[in-house]
Every structure is written in C-alpha cells, then in structure tokens.
C-alpha cells in the first residue's frame, strides 16, 4: 500500500518519466493485454493494486498454462491473458523484496510476525499451566564407583550427578573418560563434529574448585555433554553439518548453552547433524548407529543420538522439527524427550522452521532427560515463541489410575511392533488404563506445507546464490532440491495449511480432555506431523528390541544405492513413544519411568562400545 500511495503522489515529471518508461516496453506475446499506463494524480484518489509500474520479466498466457500443472488447478485462456498482462504490476512488491531495487535483507533470527502458540490454538488460556514448578528427583543410591572406566561412562546422570556430589570422582576424570572415548571410538560413527577438549577440561576444572569450596550448583554440576552443532558456541565453531558454514564461528553462546554453562555443564563436543537439519550425512560424512554400524544413525540428531547411545557423552540436545530427536532416539536406544513448543528458548539456535523448531534432551535414562530439561526450561528475549510454564515432575509419583490414549488400529499394523503391543500390556498391568481414542481421517501430511514453506524462506539466501548445490546430499528428498520446489507452492495453499494446523490442534485438545497421555508407535508418520504441528511433548524411550533384515535408512530408496542385508537378522534396540498434554512434561516422564522399569533395557549397551 505504501509503495501504491508514494507512486500516486510523485511529482508530475516523475509520473511522466514513469510512464514513458511502461510504454517504452515490449508488449506481451500470445494475446496478454499490456500493462496498465500509469494513472494521472486526482485529489482524494484512494490507492488502488494496478497502479504500479511493472517488475520483472514478462509473462505469457502460456506460462500460467504451465504453472497450473504445478498448482493443479485450472483457467480459461480469457484469464490466463489478464493475468499474464497484469503480473508484473500486481506482483511486482514480492519480486523487490528479495531483487532490489530496494531490497531488504532479513536475518536468520527475525521471525514471522505471526508467532505459533500451541494454547490459544487448542482455545486454552494457559490457565492449566502448572505455577509451583515442583521438581523432585530420585533418592536412589549411586552405589560404589565402577573400577572400569567404561562403565563410569555408561551411568546414568541420576547416578554420575551423585559421585561428583559427593567428590567420588572428579568432574575433570570424568571428562577425561569422555575424551578419550571420542578419540578412539567416534572414528566408527562420525557423531563428533569438533571436539572441545581444551574448553572442556578448563569448565571440569572450575567445577571441580567450586564443588570443593562447597559450590555445588545442582545435578549438571561438572557432568560433560555434547549439543548438536546447530547450536551457537562463542569462539567454538558452529558448523549446522553444512559444507559452507564449517569455518563458522559465532561470538555468544546460544541461550540454551548459557543454561548448561550456568548449571556447571561441561561442554566436551559439538554432535553431527545432517546438513542444515536433514537425516543423517554431514560434510563429514554419515553419522552411522552404534548399535549397527551398517547403517546410520537417523536424523537429523544423528550425533546426540550415537554419542550418547556409545557412552561418548553422559547426555546431549537435540533438535526436532518434525522427528528428529524421535527417529534418531529409536534408531540409537536411547530416550528422548522433545518438550512443548515454547518451554526451551531457542536464541542462538538455527532456524529451520519458526513455528516447528524445538530443542530438547537425549540421554540414557528417563529421569536423565528431566533433569536436562528442568536446567534448559525457560524464556530468552530473543525467542518470541517462548512460555513462561515452570516444569513439575516427581520421580516417585505413582501412575496407578492415569488414563493412557492408543489408537487401535494404529497398534494392529506397521510400523507398529510387538514391542509397542507389550507396552500397552504393560501399561494395563500397571493399573493404568488403556482408552482408545480416535483421530478423524484428514490429510494430515498436507500440514507439510509449513514446513517447507518455512524451511526454504529460512535459506532463501542460500538457494537462491546457489550455495546449497555444494551439500553432500543432491537427492530428490534432500534440501536443496525441496527449497527449489518450494518456490513454487501457493500462498493461498500455505494459509490453508495453517488453518488445518488450528482444526488439528482442536481435535488434540479435544483428545486430551478424555486421556491423561498418549501412546503411540514411535515412527507413525500421522503423529509425527500432527504432534509437531500442535506443539505437544513426546517421550520416547526404549523397552524392546526388533530384528532387521535390511538396514534402515532416513532416504528414499535408491536403486543405484542398495543398502545392507542381514542374514541372519540383527537385534537392535526399539520402543515406544508417550505424547503429553502441552507444558506437562512431569506425566509422560513418570509413564516413562514405570516403562522404563518394567522393560528392563535401559541399561543394555551397544556392542563394542
């Protein structure tokens, strides 16, 4: 409107000038009409779309003829000729933007004026939010400290948070075990990015003098981790697994870093993820799965998943947008908890989707993810999406008489397992009770819209110069070419999407006000995407194992590529997942624990690691 308005009231030899230069051009071909001529100024004329020069280079009636097939929707040849004639004046705005002649750069950190809350969405006030943030953690006793070094690595947090409390090792020991692990065994996995040695060694050693003055600061205090390197770190690069950023090196750490840093975390190593937050292939090349190192290690929190499932970290962040702390989480045993949207800031962290993104825990253990997430859990000015909802969790609460959701159907075929049918029995043994709920039968991957909507305006730049033809991965479900189709979807189709995304979250609210959580197999692709979309929290843990025939892989099949067989087949860790109501993470994490329990593999380690 402004630019409308400013042309309107140029001084007459401006209008003139202009509209020479609109006569000046070259008349549409194939019986387009031609663009409007600049109007004449009229006291009091309201602004009007058509009154603009044009912009951009011509189009024909045959050119929309085309485009339709990518819109999948159709005109007569009457109007394909007005639209060709009017194009480049009724378009002309979107086209300068991102061209000049007043072009407008938009950095990666400024988000969308629309923000995405999960709770006005489902018609909530954010009244059912809990106000105590009581947080209780278990009075177990750690035991003597192992005389092996691997098993020191193995432990849960729940147990290495209590000898560094009680000074039966040393944060800088303990970091030291990690260190080496990483130099002798991440050569198999390619989980490490760059490892932070020195940086590491100097935050043990703090801990170490403050946990001896009396200093202690909480269960994080002296434990070492590892982030996914999308993850800012000042004066330690940030590589986001893309060819052209591994020489980047941000000067502040990312809030949720200054969290960890601020719980007595040491950072000892910045995890692989696939480039820009897609599967599993980095510039480094594919993070594989200790657990079977003939395949990778899922995506795109490939590194937080094999490093932590190899006992090369005592736990790590991920990231998720639509899986990927789930999927890697499954493919690697461990647990993974994706919080609701808005409960972890995410200043200082990639964007990839605005109204998607979400940074949450991967350790070995249910309570170890609780105990991250209560250190990560807050707001930063710089994430607009951010909650205030302190986080309430007992770990010695009972589940006898929650109510567990499941999808019948969904439990009767793939990718559903024994080891997700066992859960349910389980669930029902533990005096819970199991209620099937339904969902109705929408197109629910259409929701994908957002996201590659988001994604490919997130990288605009880089697809645009050309950079993003340098990443490893060129295939036709890899970024590159999905930021090119991008360009093409509707505008119209992307709000409808978004409109969808309100009528999902309906139905979620509705489903939980009959269950206290849901139960699901984890790789459903219904949920994956509905749950992504509304916000709501997921714990995925381990309570089984499959056997495979075939590696497994983030890809779409390639013949040109086929992947490994097994004969015989290979025993890998598998599970389930629990999604919550929004901000109540302390419900699925005590299903968890009373899982994680009665299934009995927590504990179980990857061959040779």
């Not at 075929?413 to 029902?428: G, K, N, S, W």
Request: proline residues 8%; contains cysteine.
């Amino acid at each position: 409107m402004k630019q409308r308005r400013q042309f309107l009231i140029n001084a007459p030899l401006g209008l003139l000038a202009v509209a020479e230069a609109v006569r000046a051009e070259p008349l549409p071909q194939d019986g387009a009409t031609p663009a409007p001529a600049a109007p004449a100024t009229t006291p009091g004329a309201p602004p009007t779309f058509g009154a603009t020069p044009g912009f951009g280079p011509q189009v024909t009636p045959a050119t929309f003829a085309e485009a339709e097939k990518l819109m999948q929707v159709t005109n007569t040849p009457a109007q394909r000729a007005m639209m060709a004639g009017s194009w480049r004046v009724s378009l002309a705005s979107t086209v300068e933007r991102r061209t000049g002649p007043r072009k407008v750069a938009l950095a990666p950190h400024l988000a969308p004026a629309t923000v995405w809350k999960p709770l006005d969405a489902a018609g909530g006030s954010g009244a059912g939010i809990n106000k105590t943030g009581r947080f209780v953690r278990s009075r177990i006793n750690p035991g003597a400290l192992p005389a092996r070094d691997e098993d020191i690595a193995h432990s849960p947090v729940t147990r290495l948070a209590r000898w560094i409390e009680t000074r039966a090792i040393t944060s800088e020991r303990l970091t030291r075990i990690y260190i080496e692990r990483i130099k002798r065994l991440d050569p198999k996995l390619r989980s490490v990015i760059t490892l932070t040695e020195e940086h590491a060694l100097t935050q043990a050693r703090q801990a170490d003098r403050e946990i001896a003055a009396g200093k202690y600061r909480g269960p994080l205090h002296g434990i070492p981790y590892g982030v996914k390197d999308l993850l800012d770190t000042a004066a330690i690069r940030t590589t986001w697994g893309a060819e052209f950023y591994r020489d980047r090196v941000p000067q502040r750490d990312a809030a949720v870093v200054a969290k960890l840093n601020a719980a007595g975390a040491v950072l000892v190593a910045k995890l692989s993820l696939g480039a820009l937050a897609l599967n599993d292939i980095w510039f480094g090349g594919q993070t594989m799965s200790p657990w079977l190192p003939e395949e990778g290690a899922s995506g795109s929190s490939a590194g937080p998943g094999a490093a932590t499932a190899a006992a090369l970290v005592a736990f790590s962040i991920g990231s998720e947008t639509g899986g990927s702390i789930i999927s890697p989480s499954m493919r690697c045993g461990v647990t993974g908890l994706r919080p609701t949207y808005g409960r972890v800031p995410r200043t200082g962290a990639m964007t990839l989707c605005w109204s998607l993104d979400k940074l949450g825990p991967m350790t070995r253990s249910v309570e170890d993810a609780m105990l991250v997430l209560q250190a990560i859990s807050g707001t930063d000015a710089g994430d607009v999406a951010g909650v205030p909802a302190p986080l309430d969790f007992d770990a010695g609460a009972g589940v006898k008489g929650l109510k567990v959701g499941y999808f019948a159907d969904w439990m009767k075929e793939a990718p559903a397992t024994d080891v997700d049918r066992a859960a349910l029995e389980t669930i029902r043994r533990l005096g819970m009770a199991a209620v099937p709920v339904t969902l109705p039968d929408w197109p629910y991957q259409s929701l994908n819209t957002v996201l590659f909507a988001e994604a490919a305006a997130a990288f605009e730049e880089i697809t645009l110069d050309g950079r993003v033809d340098q990443l490893k991965a060129q295939v036709p479900d890899a970024w590159p070419n999905l930021f090119r189709e991008a360009r093409f979807l509707s505008a119209v189709d992307f709000v409808q999407a978004d409109r969808l995304r309100r009528k999902v979250a309906l139905e979620m609210a509705r489903i939980f006000r009959q269950v206290d959580v849901l139960l699901v197999p984890s790789l459903r692709d219904e949920m994956l995407t509905i749950s992504n979309n509304t916000g709501h929290p997921s714990l995925t843990l381990r309570t089984g194992t499959v056997e495979v025939g075939q590696a497994r892989s983030d890809w779409a099949p390639n013949p040109a590529q086929p992947l490994p067989t097994f004969a015989p087949p290979r025993r890998v860790p598998h599970g389930v997942t629990l999604i919550g109501r929004l901000f109540d993470e302390g419900t699925i994490a005590r299903v968890g624990l009373a899982l994680e329990k009665e299934a009995g593999v927590a504990a179980e380690r990857p061959p040779g690691f």
